[in-house]
């Protein structure tokens, strides 16, 4: 264990004043009439990371987004792994119907944009394991982006402190490839151009939707991007609920979304909407079945979102699965990502009673996860052996082979 420092007081303020005037916050009351933020909580020094491993990744990084386009254009085959668990989660179920609806439409949807974000972890023998793929309402790619820089001032600030508030690897090593707002943004207006583009001469004046929740602490991450659209591309956004969408939205019979009678939407852009508790009633999923049925470039589709899913990922540890899905496509430089991870209980196979007996032996060495997302929804330590009792729930469960990565102190 490293030693636990005790910073200055100083340097404490001088963080928080960093992230305040730099917009690395988060509301502190979620309610839409209030104005008060808190800053985001960070590490007051960043974590190491084997440099090789991180180009590894960077460099696969181009495949893991094709297999995924792979498997949305694949999406009945993926429909067809994932029905078993619609018949008793709702909201996949949910999400399957929408996504069945919109292939009965009389015309093609204009296009897709994927804004993903894979999150690893790191084995003993420096080896990157895939542990969530997120393909909806990807956060954080704003802030992340703003704190090389705070890194950097806080190195700065300490130095005539002590030299033992920081090591050699703060941040003279830091990455200089992580510019995601205008990643993002980028590709954000490619999706708009495209619309443009199929589309012809718009009638109405184009914006973008973001497609938001009731009550939303993470707000300065998504004006960061929000903001860059309009001062790099002048592309307007609107910060858009499910009610909002029902109330003021006119989809035509040709599929144009038409907002408040004279602006059309070119880009719907998620941060809600990968939860079952952000669905307040009927009317929201119809919202969802609107904006889908649209001529709008979707981040993600509803297809796009269906992969979010673990059960997805754990199909993926499987070969012969892996074949099924993927077809004769190579990529050899990633299965290894998902190898040897996971269980799922569809079938209670004697391999699984085997895996379920030492997860209840030793629940320390596993990790059980739900198919939701947005944190808070895996299970570990004693209360793994607890679930694994009630046998007739266990299909909405991925058991995972639990990640040990290095701890530092920060």
């Known amino acids: 264990m490293e030693e636990v420092f005790d910073y200055p007081k100083e340097i404490i303020e001088s963080a928080n004043q960093y992230l305040a005037s730099n917009g690395i916050m988060f509301k502190k009351d979620t309610c839409s009439d209030t104005f008060s933020y808190n800053p985001a909580p960070i590490s007051l020094r960043p974590s190491p990371f084997p440099k090789n491993v991180y180009d590894s990744i960077r460099y696969n990084q181009t495949s893991v987004n094709s297999l995924v386009d792979i498997l949305m254009r694949n999406i009945d085959k993926v429909i067809a792994l994932l029905d078993p668990l619609a018949k008793i989660d709702p909201f996949i179920a949910s999400l399957i119907k929408i996504t069945q609806e919109v292939q009965k439409l009389p015309y093609h949807q204009i296009g897709y944009l994927g804004i993903l974000r894979t999150d690893y972890m790191i084995t003993d023998d420096k080896q990157a394991k895939l542990v969530e793929l997120n393909t909806i ?10 704190m090389a820089d705070f890194y950097r001032y806080i190195k700065f600030i300490g130095a005539s402190y002590t030299s033992k508030h920081h090591s050699s690897y703060d941040v003279e090593n830091i990455a200089d490839d992580n510019d995601n707002i205008n990643g993002i943004v980028d590709a954000m207006k490619q999706a708009h151009d495209l619309y443009i583009e199929k589309r012809g001469e718009l009638v109405n004046r184009p914006i973008m939707a973001y497609i938001v929740d009731y009550e939303e602490a993470n707000i300065c991450d998504q004006k960061h991007i ?6 790099k591309h002048k592309l307007v956004s609107r910060r858009l609920t499910f009610a909002d969408i029902n109330e003021y939205c006119e989809l035509k019979e040709t599929g144009e979304l038409v907002y408040k009678g004279r602006e059309e939407i070119t880009v719907v852009y998620y941060r809600s909407g990968y939860s079952p508790t952000q669905y307040r009633s009927d009317e929201d999923w119809e919202a969802r079945e609107t904006l889908e049925k649209s001529l709008a470039v979707k981040c993600p589709s509803v297809a796009l979102q269906l ?13 012969s699965v892996w074949h099924e899905l993927v077809g004769p496509a190579d990529f050899d430089e990633i299965k290894g990502l998902f190898a040897g ?3 799922g209980f569809e079938e209670i196979t004697p391999e699984i009673e085997e895996v379920i007996a030492d ?12 198919q939701r997302e947005g ?5 570990f330590g004693d209360d793994i052996p607890h679930i694994l009792e009630k046998t007739e729930d266990l299909m909405q469960y991925s058991l995972m082979k639990r990640i040990f990565p290095k701890e530092f102190e920060g």
């Open 226 to 231: 929000e903001n860059t659209l309009f001062f």
């Open 375 to 379: 944190g808070g929804n895996n299970y």
């Open 137 to 146: 309402a990807s956060g954080l790619g704003a802030i992340s982006t703003l």
């Open 307 to 319: 992969l979010t899913f673990k059960k997805i990922q754990e199909l993926l540890s499987r070969p």
């Open 341 to 343: 991870q996971m269980w």
């Open 359 to 370: 997860a209840k032996m030793n629940p320390e060495k596993y990790v059980l996860k739900t």
